[in-house]
């Protein structure tokens, strides 16, 4: 007879380490009791989670778990416990260890009636990436603020292809409120080091990613805290406005792997350097939108409805007094209809310009419409109101020089002031335009002040 071909056990004869296969599976693996308490973890949750077994094992999983973002995750959970053999996914995000919220992917498994588990076995993995790139799509079109959004831009650059830690460096405040928008708030402090030759500015000068493969090629304030969170390489990405090379902000991933980008990873930062973009574009219209509703167009001072509201707020904030100076130009329809709408409007903005440059600092100057203007002036007292409107309206009468014209334009107001709260801005502005209109009917160019209000002195 010929040689027989060795014997190899199939697995299903094979003395398998069923702890050990658990180790093996490429994803986080939680044991659970009825009661929501965690028996075992493998290394990939430990790993994934950044506790230790032990700090885990004894606790309640939903305590790690944020069922803010998605109700529908209890309800699954309630389901799985509570049927046999059910194996159903869901979408969660868990608190890991830093109280970074990660998206992940879990499949609850029922086995409480298989013999020898007699427990709930979780599976847990990142959520699919596209479905991370559509969550930040998701919240740039319910509108949801900046940090909200670029927690979700986090969530992809922590996921499998970039595996990093991230931080935008918003550069330019007409794109957003400069600063920094950060994964977590130790890697955001890093942005704070290095000083300019740190290398996300100098992303930004070159307008062009700078990719740092080790510590060493870091400044070296930048080297040991870099070293103590555990980072070997730092990509930064310029993010710029779509269609020109002028830089907004810096996309800044941490990572705690030495290597320059795959091309995976060079195409997925690619998307969050675009969708950062967007995200700012948003935020820069949102701003201009809520300008535009509080803001005169033509001189960009306060309208209307801003300057009572920041009366009221005063009133309502402070028990100091608040005075409100009420403005009328004299000598403007003239002008207006002799030399054309162009130089009248010029005339407003110089008068909306000096005015500012005549007020205190935390004074409030407001366009109510027409070459109506007025001042609020927080805890002013008699002597300084009275001050103030005589400075206004000796500015005002300078000539103004529009193109080739000189013109004159003058102006009559009206004073009031309220010592407490007991008022309103109706109250108040009410009786500085009650005065405004007496002093026009006796002397223009002067100012008038009305009767005390709500006991001031």
């Not at 994964?183 to 740092?212: C, F």
């Not at 500012?356 to 002013?380: H, I, K, N, Q």
Request: glycine share 8%.
């Amino acid at each position: 007879m010929g040689d027989e071909a060795p014997h190899h056990p199939s697995p299903a004869e094979a003395d398998l380490d069923a702890r050990a296969l658990l180790e093996a599976i490429p994803g986080a693996v939680v044991v659970i009791d009825g009661e929501g308490r965690v028996r075992w973890v493998n290394r990939a949750m430990e790993a994934m989670s950044g506790y230790a077994d032990h700090e885990l094992i004894g606790t309640n999983m939903l305590d790690h778990v944020d069922l803010t973002w998605n109700p529908l995750a209890l309800e699954s959970i309630g389901y799985a416990l509570a049927t046999p053999g059910e194996r159903l996914p869901t979408m969660l995000r868990f608190r890991d260890a830093r109280g970074r919220l990660l998206v992940m992917e879990a499949t609850a498994n029922n086995q409480f009636d298989t013999p020898g588990v007699e427990a709930m076995v979780v599976h847990l993995r990142p959520a699919d990436e596209r479905h991370l790139l559509d969550q930040i799509l998701e919240s740039f079109v319910a509108g949801e603020d900046l940090e909200t959004t670029m927690g979700c831009v986090h969530a992809v650059a922590a996921s499998e292809t970039l595996r990093a830690d991230s931080v935008l460096l918003v550069l330019r405040p007409a794109r957003g409120e400069t600063g920094t928008y950060a994964s977590d708030p130790a890697v955001g402090a890093l942005i704070t080091l290095g000083g300019d030759d740190a290398p996300w500015h100098r992303a930004a000068e070159a307008e062009e990613r700078v990719l740092v493969d080790g510590l060493d090629d870091l400044p070296t304030g930048l080297r040991a805290p870099a070293d103590d969170l555990g980072y070997r390489a730092c990509w930064c990405h310029p993010v710029s406005r779509p269609g020109t090379p002028e830089v907004d902000a810096v996309l800044v991933l941490w990572r705690r792997e030495l290597g320059l980008p795959e091309p995976n990873a060079t195409m997925m930062a690619g998307r969050l350097v675009s969708l950062s973009e967007l995200i700012l574009e948003r935020v820069e219209h949102s701003r201009q939108l809520a300008y535009s509703a509080s803001h005169d167009q033509l001189t960009g001072l306060p309208n209307r409805a801003t300057f009572f509201a920041t009366v009221e707020e005063h009133l309502a904030a402070s028990g100091a007094p608040i005075g409100v100076i009420y403005l009328d130009l004299d000598g403007f329809k003239p002008v207006n209809d002799e030399h054309g709408h162009a130089c009248g409007d010029a005339v407003l903005v110089e008068v909306g310009a000096r005015l500012r440059a005549s007020v205190r600092a935390g004074d409030t100057v407001g366009r109510l419409g027409g070459d109506e203007f007025a001042v609020a002036c927080p805890a002013a007292t008699e002597r300084e109101l009275v001050a103030l409107a005589e400075r206004i309206l000796a500015v005002v009468r300078a000539p103004v020089t529009v193109g080739d014209l000189v013109v004159r334009v003058g102006a009559t107001a009206g004073l009031a002031r309220s010592a407490g709260t007991s008022t309103s801005a109706d109250v108040v502005v009410a009786a500085a335009d009650a005065a405004l209109l007496e002093a026009k009917a006796t002397t223009k160019g002067t100012w008038r002040a009305a009767p005390a209000i709500d006991g001031a002195p």
